[in-house]
């Protein structure tokens, strides 16, 4: 199994008025082809401003600091701009948050898909438009050579995400950056859209990048799932291993707090204080002020991601544990 | 289709009301009679002049005669020039517009593209003085630009007439300085006088909404779909950017074409502001009248025109609610 894509060492800042701000501090992981790789974290933990540097559509005053991105093989943090232009929709695409805003409100559905395959795809406007049509009818709109006329505002929110991953699906890319793709939807059609993201990517073999704060979201969909703090990785692994046994202690505390039908909503635990933000960092391992388990070293010494059955961690906890069994 | 017909309705309201304040005017000036018998004039000569004048009959009847001589294009005597007021008008009517049209089509035509270019190279150096240039364009009095563009191309220049249209030519009853070389000449300084505010104001116009539209999420999508960035700037940037704008340079027009009095005293215009002037100094309240619902008129076609853009610019419209801003 190659990785796809293959992020090192990211490192983003935000240059502020005085100082510059860290917002992703060295993360590193790999999506496998076909591979739905689900990211989550508190607002602000650096989920978006991930998937936003793989997609190289970072804007001032947030820029890559460190690191690199290599997507099949190819290091893609250092294209010029018009070179990074072409992999987007073509071999990396994406679906953002508001289906509501996502669109230009003038002009319509068909002209925005044909534009866009126009655009990477060698294709006559017939041709796009037969296609459109077809895109349109697989994820699951009615009427789509009616629809094709429509502008966005004639439609409700769930089928304008339907339209928009149609226009993330278009040019066949192999990569998808899905920015909390259900998070502005009804519940009711939260399912209806993760439901058909995955159908779409397993029929074609794409792999998703599934950016959410929403583990509920994590649990039904993702492969593997990697765990944001404070601009940090703090575990990434399976996603089954990480719900049934996580080791480190705040995706325990994310995954408690999962309400769970069998469960009394009593039971349902929130983790205490929140996560520090970028302008006051936390020496050590950022969670610790937090932590029902920390230690001594915690406090002062940043842990690095270490092994764990099939998933990586960086938490004390675990290398103290490994010591001993050893 | 029925969008249209409905706005010709409130078009059809407004001039009414229009028409209706103007009308009043005549009420509240005094007693005509007095002004047009003697002294020595009897109670029953005065009633009798105002039987014949018709100023016995109910304000209704009165207000329906004087809209009905109004569509016939009868508007009464100046009391001033002792001509018909539609005549006046008629004759002064093509130099305004034609000084309102050329100014608006200068800002326009170079206030949008400055704007658009200004959003789009921010920090470029030309950029930042246009802008500084802009500022001062919006704070100049208008006279004073007038003024100095006479000091500079007419008396130190000698390049361009200083006052009046040049040579018109007669179009039936239509005058134009469009058609030759010294009504074209003696266009310049006033229509650019006129537009230097209007363009400093639609370029700023233009800047910001480019500048916020750019912001926006579909914008940041049309990227992330991998657009080139020339579709992305003027097929959905600069499309977003023109519903507020056109609505700005609509109402500019009216502004322009209204209120070109200063432009026209300035460059001793032929056109309706000058007319005006002299007619507020002799109470000539006729053609007063008249020109409030001329102007009126021309508001109301304009705001016409922006609403038919509307729905040529934006399908939000079409489907009968109002303009809806996507932020």
């Known amino acids: 199994m190659t990785a796809l894509l293959s992020v090192q060492g990211l490192r983003v800042e935000i240059a502020a008025r005085h100082r510059v701000l860290t917002a992703i501090d060295d993360v590193s992981f790999d999506i496998a082809e076909g591979e739905i790789l689900g990211v989550v974290g508190e607002s602000g933990a650096g989920k978006s401003v991930t998937g936003t540097a793989v997609l190289g559509l970072l804007e001032r005053p947030a820029y890559q600091a460190g690191g690199r991105i290599i997507f099949a093989g190819r290091r893609i943090d250092t294209l010029d701009e018009d070179a990074m232009r072409t992999l987007r929709s073509r071999q990396i695409a994406a679906v953002f948050q508001d289906p509501l805003t996502s669109l230009d409100p003038l002009m319509t559905i068909g002209d925005q898909l044909v534009e866009t395959m126009q655009t990477h795809l060698d294709l006559a406007r017939a041709a796009a438009l037969a296609r459109a049509e077809q895109l349109l009818a697989e994820v699951g709109i009615p009427a789509p050579r009616e629809r094709l006329q429509s502008y966005p505002h004639e439609m409700s929110g769930g089928m304008r995400q339907r339209v928009v991953l149609a226009l993330a699906f278009c040019c066949e890319p192999r990569l998808i950056i899905a920015d909390e793709p259900t998070t502005a939807l009804d519940v009711s059609i939260q399912a209806q859209i993760l439901d058909l993201l995955r159908r779409m990517c397993r029929e074609r073999g794409t792999a998703v990048m599934l950016v959410t704060h929403d583990m509920g979201v994590i649990a039904e969909a993702s492969d593997r799932v990697a765990v944001m703090y404070a601009g940090r990785l703090v575990e990434i692994g399976p996603t089954r291993d990480l719900i049934a046994a996580a080791a480190h202690p705040y995706t325990r505390g994310l995954m408690a707090s999962i309400p769970d039908m069998h469960r009394r909503a009593a039971e349902l635990t929130q983790i205490p204080g929140s996560m520090p933000r970028p302008d006051a960092p936390v020496p050590g391992c950022a969670f610790h002020p937090r932590c029902p388990q920390a230690l001594a070293r915690c406090a002062t010494d940043r842990p690095a991601m270490l092994p764990q059955g099939a998933s990586q961690v960086a938490c004390w906890l675990v290398d103290a544990a490994s010591r001993s069994a050893a | ?327």
Request: one cysteine or more.
């Open chain 2, 1 to 327: 289709m029925s969008f249209v017909l409905a706005r010709l309705g409130q078009t059809v309201l407004v001039l009414l009301v229009a028409a209706f304040v103007s009308f009043s005017l005549f009420r509240y000036v005094g007693d005509p009679v007095n002004n047009m018998v003697g002294q020595s004039a009897s109670l029953a000569d005065r009633e009798a002049m105002r039987t014949a004048l018709g100023l016995d009959d109910a304000f209704v009847v009165q207000f329906t005669r004087f809209v009905g001589n109004a569509l016939a294009g009868d508007f009464g005597i100046s009391y001033r020039f002792g001509q018909p007021v539609a005549t006046l008008i008629g004759e002064r009517f093509p130099a305004t517009l034609e000084l309102a049209l050329i100014s608006m089509l200068i800002a326009t035509g170079l206030g949008v593209p400055l704007g658009v270019w200004t959003a789009l190279h921010r920090d470029h150096w030309l950029s930042q003085m246009l802008l500084a240039a802009s500022l001062i364009g919006v704070a100049l009095p208008t006279f004073l630009i007038g003024i100095a563009l006479i000091l500079f191309f007419s008396v130190w220049l000698g390049w361009l007439p200083s006052f009046g249209r040049g040579e018109v030519v007669r179009l039936g009853w239509w005058s134009t300085g469009l058609l030759s070389a010294s009504g074209l000449r003696a266009l310049v300084l006033p229509s650019v006088t006129l537009g230097v505010f209007q363009l400093a104001l639609i370029m700023r116009l233009a800047r910001a909404e480019m500048l916020e539209v750019m912001r926006t999420d579909f914008i940041r999508f049309a990227r992330a779909r991998g657009l080139r960035p020339r579709a992305i700037q003027y097929r959905h940037a600069l499309r977003n950017t023109l519903v507020p704008v056109v609505t700005m340079i609509g109402l500019q027009f009216g502004n322009v074409f209204a209120f070109s009095i200063i432009v026209e005293t300035v460059f001793q215009w032929p056109g309706l502001g000058l007319l005006v002037i002299q007619a507020i100094q002799f109470a000539d309240v006729p053609l007063l009248a008249a020109y409030l619902v001329l102007i009126a008129l021309c508001f109301a076609v304009i705001n016409l025109a922006v609403d038919l853009a509307y729905v040529a610019i934006d399908p939000r419209v079409r489907a009968g609610g109002g303009v809806r801003r996507a932020t």
